[in-house]
């Protein structure tokens, strides 16, 4: 079964910095990879999807994510680190064949920002 | 545009009661996905449904329920409580399904079982 492993349950990074978050999937390569960002008494918002057309995917608030299939990751980046971006960040999968209809999700990263 | 309306936002029951929580979709939308976020076991699919009919189903024993009406609004029910059934219920709504069309998610209810 498809699933994704995020590695690090919390990352903190100063305000400036580089985002990096982890994110590895399961052998198979996946139909469709997402990250997921939750704040605080929220639901989850779509940073980005991966569907296969571009290894290197442009998501909302500066974020990207580059496929790699010689690593099965999907590392979530960010160049310059703003305060507004602490939350948790979720890497998720959706299922090959029957059952696609769902996201995986990985154990999640919370990322905190120092000033 | 309304957003995904999950209600109640907060919800407080005792040990073998039953609950019932209600997601409205965002209009048009006709596939809700609904998943549970605990810190242990973090989010965790429960079932989706699309155009009234159970699509795809997580590995949840049968006290958890849903259905979905035909204005695509759904509902999820658990019976007999337990209090490991604590947690924050989400629910997601996509065009077509969540692999395809992007998901929004409501911003949940919060389940404590005592």
């Known amino acids: 079964a498809q699933s994704v492993t995020q590695l690090g349950s919390h990352v903190s990074v100063s305000e400036g910095a580089l985002v990096l978050l982890r994110c590895n999937y399961s052998?198979?390569?996946?139909?469709?990879l997402f990250w997921y960002v939750q704040y605080p008494n929220q639901g989850l918002q779509l940073l980005l999807k991966?569907?296969?057309?571009?290894?290197l995917v442009k998501g909302i608030n500066g974020f990207e994510a580059e496929f790699k299939k010689s690593e099965t990751s999907f590392h979530l980046t960010k160049p310059s680190a703003h305060m507004s971006d602490a939350a948790e960040y979720f890497c998720?999968?959706?299922?090959?064949?029957?059952?696609?209809?769902?996201?995986?999700f990985g154990q999640g990263t919370r990322l905190t920002i120092n000033p | 545009k309304a957003g995904v309306t999950q209600t109640p936002r907060y919800l407080i029951k005792t040990r073998g009661q039953q609950v019932t929580l209600s997601c409205s979709p965002i209009?048009?939308?006709?596939?809700v996905s609904w998943y549970q976020q605990t810190p242990g076991q973090g989010l965790q699919f429960l079932f989706e449904?699309?155009?009234?009919?159970?699509?795809n189903k997580g590995n949840f024993p049968g006290r958890f329920s849903g259905r979905q009406f035909s204005n695509s609004r759904s509902e999820m029910n658990v019976s007999t409580l337990e209090l490991g059934d604590s947690a924050l219920y989400l629910c997601?709504?996509?065009?077509?399904?969540?692999?395809?069309?992007?998901?929004?998610f409501g911003q949940g209810t919060r389940l404590t079982v005592v």
């Open positions: 997601a709504s996509s065009l077509w399904g969540p692999a395809d069309t992007e998901a929004f």
């Open positions: 052998s198979s390569v996946p139909p469709y």
């Open positions: 991966y569907t296969s057309a571009a290894t």
């Open positions: 998720a999968v959706t299922p090959s064949g029957q059952g696609a209809q769902k996201l995986v």
């Open positions: 209009s048009g939308h006709r596939s």
């Open positions: 449904y699309f155009s009234e009919t159970q699509r």
